[in-house]
């Protein structure tokens, strides 16, 4: 692809409401089409069933719409060893599916997208966006999660090639600038850099930060999620004591360039830091939530503004 942009964008099944585990939205089929319809290059897997699980159909749905095959979302509640091995099943699983349709793409491979399975800890839940230093790990239990990450990212690596990327998160163990930078100290493993989580993350509500961080975490990042957070939501979250999914209930994750952070400032920066591939829109809506393909549609043409591709 010589002529191809430096920066190519892709969309998720988590925007048309198909959420890790919360419920699914409209029909893959559906999903696959406005995808591309509203011009998005790529699609992520979502939920592991959500599409088909038969290798050569699964290629044959995205084969025919031209489109990309950019990664799976995988959380596994990493704090605890005796869930490594099952995390690390079911990442073979994906990875495996995943791994047949790599070729589609001569300078995009999919990634496992690992991440600490967020929402499970009560106190994490209920706290995501307000997190204070403190109420985090202890120092060996975050021995315990570098070893399961870096079990599984070389597990991946062995059996089928491909790479693992590690996704923060609200309401996990990794969600504040400060657990991000001990998690990639620790494992050194490359980073889904997702702004909107990484601006309710911080606790704060100024898009400034997600262009501090992104400088700060430049050297792990591999992937980008795109993610505008609406401050008004973000405030009243933290403010009312909502729990992460009462705040995404809320439209805590707005369209892009409708809430707080400034993404034309955000491209410049990637193309500063000299970043290619994907980055991939996520507005996470509960099923039945807004208007997904309306809000895809003008997610491109914001994207389009702010970056001329």
Not at 138 to 154: D, L
Not at 235 to 240: D, E, G, T
Request: glycine fraction near 12%; include cysteine.
């Amino acid at each position: 692809m010589e002529n191809a942009p430096p920066i190519r964008f892709g969309n998720a099944p988590c925007s048309w409401g198909t959420i890790e585990g919360v419920g699914q939205g409209v029909p893959y089929r559906q999903m696959l089409d406005e995808l591309k319809e509203t011009g998005y290059e790529g699609s992520e897997l979502g939920d592991y069933g959500y599409m088909p699980t038969d290798p050569v159909l699964l290629r044959e749905e995205f084969q025919k719409r031209g489109l990309v095959l950019l990664g799976a979302f995988e959380g596994v509640y990493l704090r605890e060893t005796s869930e490594h091995a099952a995390g690390e099943a079911r990442a073979l699983r994906t990875a495996g599916l995943m791994a047949a349709l790599a070729d589609l793409d001569s300078e995009w491979k999919p990634l496992l997208v690992l991440s600490d399975e967020h929402s499970r800890d009560p106190y994490r839940f209920h706290h995501a966006g307000r997190i204070r230093p403190g109420e985090g790990l202890s120092p060996e239990e975050w021995r315990v999660v570098a070893q399961g990450v870096k079990r599984i990212a070389i597990s991946v690596r062995e059996a089928v090639g491909l790479e693992t990327v590690f996704h923060f998160h609200a309401a996990s163990f990794v969600e504040t600038p400060e657990e991000i930078e001990i998690l990639v100290e620790l494992t050194g493993i490359p980073l889904a850099f997702d702004t909107g989580h990484y601006l309710y993350g911080s606790g704060r509500v100024e898009g400034e930060v997600v262009l501090e961080g992104l400088r700060q975490l430049a050297p792990w990042v591999r992937y980008v999620h795109l993610k505008d957070v609406d401050p008004q939501v973000a405030w009243k979250a933290r403010r009312q004591g909502w729990s992460y999914l009462e705040a995404v209930r809320n439209g805590l994750f707005t369209e892009l360039g409708r809430g707080a952070i400034d993404f034309e400032r955000v491209f410049a920066l990637l193309r500063e830091l000299g970043y290619r591939g994907f980055a991939t829109v996520e507005q996470d809506v509960l099923p039945g939530m807004g208007t997904p393909k309306e809000s895809a549609l003008r997610n491109r043409a914001y994207l389009r503004q702010v970056t001329g591709w």
